[in-house]
């Protein structure tokens, strides 16, 4: 025959038929018990104090499981000869679970599986079933151990939103011919229960501020604060305390205001929900569909994500979107304007006076040259700093491009590095109206930096000799039509530009030949009358 167990109810019936002063036979039947169990509640009833007459409050709690206790004590806890055979080698058993050797000669480096244990118990002949082994080194070692979950409050509207990247398979994407790798980056509201799901390639940090930008869009503000995992875009050194975060994202959520409250190492409790919807998002929107294209795919998932907001949730009992709408919407920050992403790292001065960032040249203090910048680049300008100072700002140029700003340029070479012909000029009219000529024939060419040099020889001429000199040596070379520096530094250098010039006669104008005339006459009787004709 089998034993059923009488509930609290039911011993509280019979407890309240008996104040009533009904017969052991009837309140038998009426509760649905048996004569004898009647009679074993109302002695332990009346033994505690319980007499006929007495009011219905009488009947406690208190009172009913004194009755139950004294009617059925708790079982006592026996376990058999395998458990006090692993009580006595429990030290044992501990060090093998932490990994450590009981003899004291070498750690193992690793805990031991629960079947490595039981065939070094074999060995040692103590044989034990793996079930017994299982629970005990469960039990008594640590082996293994599932601490209890903790329910945490859902916290003030508006405030937390749990963030959490999952993999939910992959497309054959049209548009790049190729079988492509999708991920969720999923948003929950903590308070409401509200989601977004924004759908990715990549789980970079382009990737996800692109997911918030279109999650601030989908909610209509931005939560106070936001509570990720230790994905790489965000956390740069995970901490229990004071978790590390990378440059960017500290960038990013100064420009919308909100604090990031990161999850611990390994601890998917911090975050249940957000962990939770993942898995609702797997199979309830992802799984059975057939998408074509990633954007496909998200315009599919916003609208999921408004389809289900209008479910009764099952542990909130509400619709998550209008208690978002009603409870949390008017506490969201407003929805930040347009994030020009920038790209942020540590770039080196070079010999040059300029650092390289994005394929293209910026210019910085002299001072620093062969220091390490931290630098800031948008889409529009570029920003040096030097221990938390800005040392320089540039706009922002195209790979292969440079941008030089002319403080940073060493005394004496500006005019060589920004190729100035209008100054080299200019200094050369300083010395003279010839020299001017003279510098501007050497720049009328084709490729007029290539005489830069040439000029720069002629200026240090100057510099040496003095202008009057060069002066009068360029007006020389000038009317003989003599473009070469050489020639004026040979000439000021052997003092000629004043020498007077030894020049032969100038021949006069006659005939066609240089010889006199009577060399040609007709000699003797050669001669013929010039009136006589000839035959």
Known sequence: ???????????????????AGQGQRTIAGFAGVDRKTVRRYIQVAQSLGLQPGQSIEAITDELVGQVVDLIKPGKPINHGESWQALEQRHERLVAWVKGQDPDGIAPTGQGLTVTKIQELLAREGCPVAY????????????????????????????IELQVDFGYLG???DQVSGRIRRVNALVFTAVYSRHMFVYLTHQQTLEATISGCNQAWEFFGGVFACLIPDNMSPIIKQADRLHPSFTVGWLDYSQHCGFATDPARLRSPQDKPRVERAIQYVQKSMWAGENFTSLTQAQEHATAWCLKVGHRVHGTTQAKPIEVFTNEELPLL????????????GEVKVHRDLHVQIAKALYSAPGHLRGRILQARADSHLVKLY??????????????????????????GKAVYANRDFAYLLNKAEQVGPATGQYVQRLFDQPMPWNAMRSVYSLLSVVDKYGPSPVEAACQ??????????????SMVEQALESAPLDLPDPVRQGGRFARPAHQYAIQGSLALPMDEPTL
């Not at 079930?131 to 508006?158: F, I, M, N, S």
């Not at 920050?333 to 942020?344: A, E, N």
């Not at 003989?480 to 020639?487: E, M, Q, S, T």
Request: aromatic fraction near 8%.
């Open 1 to 19: 025959m089998g034993f059923r167990e009488v509930s609290v109810i039911e011993v509280r019936e019979v407890l309240r038929a008996f104040l």
């Open 131 to 158: 079930r017994t082994l299982h629970r005990y080194v469960t039990q008594q070692c640590g082996y293994r151990r599932v601490e209890p979950t903790v329910r945490v409050a859902d916290g003030q509207p508006g």
């Open 170 to 172: 992959r497309i054959n």
């Open 333 to 344: 920050y407003p929805v930040p304007r347009p994030y020009d992403q920038p790209i942020f």
């Open 386 to 411: 030097w221990h938390g100072q800005l040392v320089r700002t540039h706009p922002r140029m195209a790979p292969g491009k440079r941008s030089t700003n002319p403080e940073d340029i060493p005394e």
């Open 476 to 489: 020389r070379a000038l009317d003989f039509d003599v473009i070469d520096v050489r020639k004026i530094k």
